[in-house]
């Protein structure tokens, strides 16, 4: 007797990738980078207002600093304590720093809440990157944090003209409070969701102690080194704009901001995708010559076309560079130092961007005569990131 019978192929079903715990997080991702870029067009005119136009070049480089000073302790709790309560507590300190800005009446109070509202940024990022990676598998790793940073690009992009015209509107007070109300946001929608640390260990004081290996991850050097060249030339660009928007004649200090993380959003997600078929060194050639070429359109306008092209090209060069360096960052951590692989990375951020905005801010000084090399300065930080990723070859 012959059996006819033949068995149908098993059907493997489909995996959702992107759950809600992830549109959450970028959800999130958009109020909290929203909240703080909103207010960084106003800061420098706010600064002069309390008689502390030579300190702008610390606008930006003391909230970098105090970032990436809280780096190793949120990339150790991110590792022992939770993703969920490093994010829960940098938004939390977002909110608080932006209600206290209007409270100050001193060049050193407003410069110790820019102090305070750095480590904000030093936690969130870090437990929200984690957590992806917790979720997201590693041939999509690259594609889900392009996600992830478009979300947050969006809320750079509109935040700043948003914040412009409540300031136009209303006045620089109004403007904090609804910055502070962007942050606690971002944190009330992260109720209800799981942690996805495994072995998480329950907080204690040891915590925070910090040895030398908390400090930071030997094995993602390489693209932290990338990434604080290439940083450099943002820290130029959020301290600078400002006021080279002003000199060409341009009222809305927000738009630089809004062209620039405008073609940021074309790119990141198709940036990241292409790092996970292509791999991160071949989109890293091309991200970093973007930035490269970009400082110099930029340094050199003389009218708001150049002007805003420049920054159209800047923002398809860190949209390529940002999420394809992160995937190459976790690609490279331990499985149970991934929190302390980002902060690394993170702190490297950081270091680029606030010294690129105190060389920037402190020679700066009003000199208009000066923009063009100060963007030269960053296109040559760039450059040598380009020369460093096309002698790799993975």
Known sequence: MINNHVDAPSITPKVKIYTLSFWLLCASSFLFFGSFSMILPELPDYLASLNGQEYLGLVVSLFTL????????S????????????????????????????????VFGFLSIRLLHGFSAGFKPTGTSAYVADIIPANRRGEALGILSMFGTIGMASAPIFGSWIFLTYDINTLFYISSVFSIGSVLILFGMKETLKNKEPFKLALLKIGKADLYEPSVIPPS?????????????ITLSPDFSSFLGIHNKGLFFSFFTGSSLLVRFLGGKLSDHFGRILILRYSTLCLCISMII???STDSTSYFAGA????????????TLFAWAVDLSPEKSIGRGIST???FLEVGIGVGSLISGSFYQGFTTRFPWLFMIS????FIAFIIVLTKKR
């Not at 105090?66 to 302790?73: D, I, K, L, Q, T």
């Not at 304590?81 to 409270?103: D, E, H, K, N």
């Not at 604080?228 to 030339?233: P, Q």
């Open 66 to 73: 105090s970032a990436a000073v809280s780096r190793p302790f």
């Open 75 to 106: 990339g150790k709790l991110t590792d022992k304590w939770g993703r969920i309560p490093v994010m829960f507590i940098g938004a939390c300190i977002s909110g608080l720093a932006a209600m206290i800005y209007p409270l100050t009446t001193t």
């Open 225 to 237: 080194l990338i990434m604080m060249l290439t940083t450099f030339s943002f820290g130029t660009v």
């Open 298 to 300: 930029i340094g050199f």
């Open 312 to 323: 159209f090209l800047f923002g398809i060069g860190y949209g390529l560079n940002s999420p």
């Open 345 to 347: 990375l993170f702190i």
């Open 379 to 382: 296109s040559f930080f760039s």
